[in-house]
Every structure is written in C-alpha cells, then in structure tokens.
C-alpha cells in the first residue's frame, strides 16, 4: 500500500503539472480549435479544473486515510495534503466544496464513529488535563483527526486572502463545528485546539467578512 501511494503521489504530479490534459488532447487529433478533450469519449468535457480525473484519485487516497493500519492512514493523508497544497489553487469555489463534501467530511466521519477512543482523556479542570497521546495509532481520533485538521488549516493559511479563501474557511469551520459538537471529548478537544491555530494563523490581511466568519 505504501508504494501504490507513492504512485497516486506521481499521478497527482502528472495530473498537476497539466501533462494528462496535453495527452487527452494530442490523443484526439479531430478535436476542435478551442474544445476540451473528453474522457473515453464520454460527451461531457473535462471543465477546467479536471474534476473527473481529480475525483478519483483524491477520493481513493481518502479511503486510505482511513485504513486501519497508521502507516497507510499517515502516508496517505500526506500524500493528500501535499497534493491539495501543491495543485489546489487551480480549484473553483464549487470544486473545493465537491472536495471538502465528497473527501474531507467523510474521512472525519471514521472519527465521528471511532469507538477505540476514550470517550474523555481530560478532567473538567484543565491544570489537571493530560495531553493526549497521538502515539496510539490504534484510534483514528487520537493519531489521525489532528492531522486532517492540519492539512485543512494549512489550506485556509495558504489560501488567504484569494478567490476561494470563502468557501475553504466555511467549509473548515464546518468541519471544526461538526467535530467540536461530537460526545467525544477527545475529539471536541483535538478540534478546539485546530479551532485555536486556525484563528492564530489567518493572515493580518484577511478580508473583514473572513473575520466577521470566523467570529461567528
């Protein structure tokens, strides 16, 4: 699993770097002056952001972020990450959405669902909390939640301000929200803390709605 990882990391550079479009395109020598490509002849064209062939690929290395071993769920969600980082800011608003719908959410939902997590790991008091032990690769909430919630406030950093720091902070306060409100303690508290490093890194320059959204 491991090296099929590191080749879904090599087609994500393929897919980036444009080389797939200019593959699909010099594939179909009828292909009109100004006319998207298709894909195995299927009617409806690539948009400009190559969904269809994003789509798979972003979806399949979401399904091991969920695996049960830690060192395919570590691999996989770097892989991810990395590749949202890198060629994510070709997006639309619409595809980000698609993306945090369709690959972020359900990642999280193994978390929502984890049953081999304390449900609380902390006292009321926080002098009297221990920190949680991320070495437990057995729980997704414990070893793999924070680093989701990373890779998300990683992308809202990079992306503000620009044309969809909107939808990508929207959608992390969602996910943030939907976490924070689950009867996990653990969970709530990994997604406080995210909530916390979200706010310290939003640039100085963000737009004011950015901040009326975030303190809301």
Not at 66 to 90: E, M, N, Q
Not at 167 to 174: D, G
């Amino acid at each position: 699993s491991l090296v099929a990882l590191e080749r879904l990391a090599t087609c994500a550079g393929e897919l980036g770097s444009g080389a797939v479009t200019a593959a699909l395109r010099s594939g179909d020598p009828g292909l009109a002056e100004g006319q998207q490509p298709t894909l195995h002849g299927r009617s409806a064209a690539i948009d400009d952001n190559l969904w269809q062939l994003w789509w798979p690929l972003l979806y399949g290395l979401a399904q091991l972020v969920g695996d049960h071993r830690f060192p395919v769920r570590a691999k996989a969600l770097a892989v991810l990450g990395s590749t949202l980082a890198k060629y994510g800011g070709g997006f639309s608003e619409e595809t980000w959405r698609l993306v945090f719908k369709g690959v972020v959410f359900p990642i999280m939902e193994s978390a929502w669902t984890d049953g081999s997590a304390p449900a609380q790991v902390h006292s009321a008091c926080p002098a009297h909390s221990p920190d949680i032990d991320t070495r437990d690769g057995s729980s997704f909430i414990t070893s793999t939640a924070g680093r989701v919630f990373d890779v998300c406030v990683d992308l809202v950093a990079a992306n503000t301000p620009g044309p969809c720091a909107h939808v990508l902070l929207h959608e992390t306060l969602s996910l943030l929200t939907e976490s924070i409100c689950q009867e996990i303690e653990t969970l709530a508290r990994i997604a406080c803390d995210a909530l916390h490093a979200l706010v310290l890194r939003m640039p100085p320059s963000s737009p004011p709605e950015l901040w009326a959204m975030l303190c809301d």
